[in-house]
């Protein structure tokens, strides 16, 4: 019934800019945080970035902080992940995330849906 849908991934070059978007179905999700993940090859899946869809608050990842931001649109069920100067490491598929309760970090078991990831790949 509910779904979360990636896009915006892609191959960039380093220094250059993405922006991912996570559109979620209904209104499911209302004052509920939505966060950012990622999983390189052979890797665990980590944690970006999250911000609480009533009250503007968010939170990053030290590997990203100053260099991505992650907004919301309620309006639009959507929250957008705005990646800049990115890096190599930055390579991995992208996970749009959201929790089922009030308050959600950085850990995976605070999320209850996901969506299908979005490829990014930073070329050097």
């Known amino acids: 019934q509910v779904q979360l849908v990636e896009s915006g991934g892609g191959l960039v070059q380093a220094g250059g800019s993405l922006r991912l978007s996570c559109k979620a179905s209904?209104?499911?999700?209302?004052?509920?945080?939505m966060g950012w993940f990622r999983q390189a090859p052979g890797k665990e899946r980590e944690f970006v970035a999250v911000?609480?869809?009533?009250?503007?608050?968010?939170d990053y990842a030290d590997s990203v902080k100053g260099r991505f931001t992650i907004s919301r649109d309620n309006a639009k069920n959507t929250v957008y992940l705005q990646m800049n100067s990115l890096i190599p490491e930055d390579t991995a598929v992208y996970y749009c995330?959201?929790?089922?309760?009030?308050?959600?970090?950085?850990?995976?078991?605070?999320?209850?849906?996901w969506g299908q990831g979005t490829q990014v790949t930073v070329s050097s």
């Open positions: 911000i609480s869809w009533s009250g503007g608050s968010t």
């Open positions: 995330a959201a929790a089922n309760r009030n308050y959600a970090g950085s850990y995976r078991n605070e999320y209850a849906y």
């Open positions: 209904g209104r499911t999700f209302r004052s509920h945080p």
